[in-house]
Each structure stands twice: as C-alpha cells, then as structure tokens.
C-alpha cells in the first residue's frame, strides 16, 4: 500500500496571503494525484488531478505542481472560503490511499 | 446534473449488517467505474472497496476483505455495499464516488454506526 504522507498537519494563513501544502508518497505514483478540499458537514470536492489539471469550476489560484513523489498544492491569495481540511490522494495503485489532511485556518 | 445518493446507513450492533445503496442520476452509470470510500468521524479518508463498469472486477481494501462485498445494478443505476460481521472499526461516512481522474463526484454520505 502506497503510504501519503501531507506536511505540516495545520497551515496558519491570513486572509489574501499564499498557502503551500505538501504531499509525499511512499513510491512513486507518477502523475496520479489527486488533491479534494472538504469543509465540515461535506463531502470532498475535487480541486486538482493528474498533479496539476484543475477540475470543472475551480478558481485559478488554485494550482497543483510535482511527479513521482512530491507534490504541492498551492493556494495564491486565500479567500474566506478556502479555509477547509486539504487531502492529497494517489490513483496510481489499489488501494487509492489519501494523505491524513492539511487544516488551513485562519490566522 | 450529476447526482449520487446513498442509503441504508445506521445504527447496528457488532457482528451485524447492513447493506448501503447509492443511485446515480445525471449521467451514463454504466460508463464509470465506482467506488466507496469512508471517513471514520474525525478522521481522514478511505478508500474501500471498487467495481469496475460492468461489475466484473471488484477489489477491497485489506481491511473489509472477506466482509464487505460490492456490486452494481447498471439497470437501475445503483451501486450497492453489502457489510457484514461490522466491528466498531467500520463507523464510519460512507461516500460512493464516481471514478474519473481520481474521484470527480461525490454522493452525500451515509453514516453507519457500529455499536452496542
């Protein structure tokens, strides 16, 4: 099982200020990476796939970049709604396995 | 519009069952692989079980193997999770979500509970 490993566990940012989440694999999953943003009470949505598409209707500053075993998502000036839990996943191999999450809360 | 709904969640005693259903609207069912995926409460996310578009292959996490079984109806557009001998470790939300490029929809989530 492909172990996703995300850093740092809880990402402390200001409103209109830039956020890098990080994503690790345990092996390599090429491109197959996924990055959901869920909010409380609702389900995950899909931000980004292949590593760096963003998916129907999401904004642009949202951005994912990285291949093989490292990954970030970047966030470039956060709005009031994107403070959420942020999960990375591979698609490369079953089981799909997601990262345990990154907070993004308000500073 | 896109549309999953799960079903059959609940409270159920250790050792028990329960079999969740997901119906898909909006878009060719037959054409997508599908999967669940849960979320225990407070916890991160997994992905549980998967059948492919015509119901041929299925695969399980370690976890559930022997337990849970999957399968789909493509007539009726609906995906099902038949969970046996449930242990505390199972509470959790279940999602179906369809396959694409990772998981591109989500149904709302059925809450199971596993208790005495």
């Known amino acids: 099982e492909i172990v996703m490993t995300q850093s740092p566990a809880t990402l402390s940012v200001s409103p209109g200020e830039r956020a890098s989440l990080s994503c690790r694999a345990s092996?390599?999953?090429?491109?197959?990476l996924a990055w959901y943003q869920q909010k409380p009470g609702q389900a995950p949505r899909l931000l980004i796939y292949?590593?760096?598409t963003r998916a129907t209707a999401i904004p642009a500053r949202f951005s994912g970049s990285g291949s093989g075993t490292e990954f970030t998502l970047t966030i470039s000036s956060l709005q009031s709604e994107d403070f959420a839990v942020y999960y990375c996943?591979?698609?490369?191999?079953?089981?799909?396995?997601f990262g345990q999450g990154t907070k993004v809360e308000v500073k | 519009d896109v549309q999953l709904v799960e079903s059959g969640g609940g409270l159920v005693q250790p050792g028990g069952s329960l079999r969740l259903s997901c119906a898909a609207s909006?878009?060719?069912?037959?054409?997508?692989?599908m999967h669940w995926v849960r979320q225990a409460p407070g916890r991160g996310l997994e992905c549980v079980s998967a059948?492919?578009?015509?119901?041929?292959?299925?695969y399980y996490v370690n976890s559930v193997k022997g337990r849970f079984t999957i399968s789909r109806d493509n007539s009726k557009n609906t995906l099902y999770l038949q969970m046996d001998s449930l242990t505390p470790d199972d509470t959790a939300v279940y999602y179906c979500?369809?396959?694409?490029?990772?998981?591109?929809?989500w149904g709302q989530g059925t809450l199971v509970t596993v208790s005495s």
């Open positions: 979500a369809r396959v694409l490029t990772g998981y591109d929809y």
């Open positions: 092996q390599s999953v090429s491109s197959s």
């Open positions: 292949g590593a760096s």
């Open positions: 909006g878009f060719t069912f037959s054409s997508y692989s």
């Open positions: 059948i492919s578009t015509g119901g041929g292959s299925t």
């Open positions: 996943q591979q698609y490369d191999n079953w089981p799909w396995t």
